[in-house]
């Protein structure tokens, strides 16, 4: 398996927050299109809503197992940190990392592994919607967790934070109770307004 080298590259971190709309990811691929050494990293179902992007991180082997993303449904590099994944499912590359606490985290740490200066957080909500909603796509089905952990979050934010010394990070998400990344609007970001 040939892993990317982003070494100054910005990189926007994609996760399955309820604020996360069609719209957000239309802006991203645009962005990612527009100009070399740039990329996003996707975690779990959200390759539904950018099936272009570069990476696609799941921690949870359960999740894999039953979602299965075939080549046709995402062609980018599928990769997880779960150790039973590869053995029972043959679809993601497992790699060692500092993963962190949840795949939102891991998903910012995996870009700082692969030398991103700087990172873009976007469905990064660390909380449910004021109507429930708990990911942009409705819950997982039976079987799969559904961000019973979410008061955590911050927390492991914040245990993030702490390792991602040298890459500045801002968080670009709609709606967001993590707060130990600076917010920023999305369109100013991408345009690295933003130091």
């Known amino acids: 398996m040939s892993l990317p080298d982003w070494t100054n590259y910005k990189v926007v971190c994609m996760a399955s927050g309820p604020s996360l709309t069609k719209e957000d990811a239309e802006i991203v691929r645009q962005w990612r299109e527009a ?3 740039r990329a996003v990293v996707v975690t779990n ?3 539904l809503l950018a099936p272009w992007a570069d990476v696609l991180y799941a921690m949870d082997a359960n999740w894999w197992a039953k979602a299965r993303p075939s080549p046709a449904s995402f062609a980018g590099l599928k990769l997880t940190g779960a150790r039973r994944t590869t ?3 043959q679809i993601a590359e497992r790699i060692d990392f500092e993963q962190g606490n949840n795949s939102g985290v ?4 995996l870009a700082k592994h692969f ?6 957080l976007l469905g990064y909500d660390g909380k449910y ?3 429930g909603k708990r990911h942009w796509h409705g819950d997982h089905p039976i079987g799969l967790g559904n961000c019973l952990s979410v008061g955590n979050f911050g927390k492991h934010a914040d245990q993030a934070a702490q390792k991602m010394e040298g890459v500045t990070v801002v968080n670009c998400s709609r709606e967001t ?3 130990a990344f600076p917010r920023i609007q999305l369109e100013q970001a991408l345009c690295g307004h933003f130091s």
């Open 87 to 89: 053995r029972n499912c």
């Open 45 to 47: 179902t959200t390759y």
């Open 177 to 179: 109770k993590l707060t």
């Open 129 to 131: 919607s004021k109507t």
């Open 106 to 109: 891991g998903a910012m740490l």
């Open 115 to 120: 030398g991103a200066s700087s990172v873009i």
């Open 35 to 37: 100009a070399p050494m």
